[in-house]
């Protein structure tokens, strides 16, 4: 009966994180060019590594937060790995950074559903709320 109403409370606690972090990824920029056409949105594109700090710090700090899903609900966020922990390379985002002229990580880009950059900021946010008021909410 313990194990019983520890699963029940463990799940309970469970529900409000998979709430906050409502935004679908996308990991494909073709599939989320479509998908923003449709939803009549702009694009948030997270062009990032695996051994980034920064990166990590965004995916496990920043995005997750409330402000961050909040703001992000109103693009189609994408995310982009060009390479792996041990610096193995992704060819089909690889060549998605060279397209950008990406030159360090995290590089983010605010594009329309054609793929036209329109903003772009290379480095991390703090918090949160600093990643929201640069996406254009506040």
Known sequence: MKTLAALVVAALTFIPMQAQNSVV?????????KRAKA????????????????????????FPTPEAQAALGAYVAVSLMTQAK???????????????????????????ADGKE???QVGAFRTGAEFGVWLGTK
């Open 25 to 33: 990824w996308e990991h494909d920029l073709a599939a989320a060019q």
């Open 39 to 62: 939803e009549k949105k702009l694009l948030f594109v997270d062009v990032w590594a695996e051994w980034c700090g920064p990166c990590q710090h965004l995916k496990k700090k920043v």
């Open 118 to 120: 329109l903003r772009r």
């Open 86 to 112: 041990d610096g193995t390379p992704d060819p089909a985002n690889m060549k998605l950074a060279e397209r950008f002229k990406v030159e360090a990580y995290p590089t983010l880009l605010i594009m329309d």
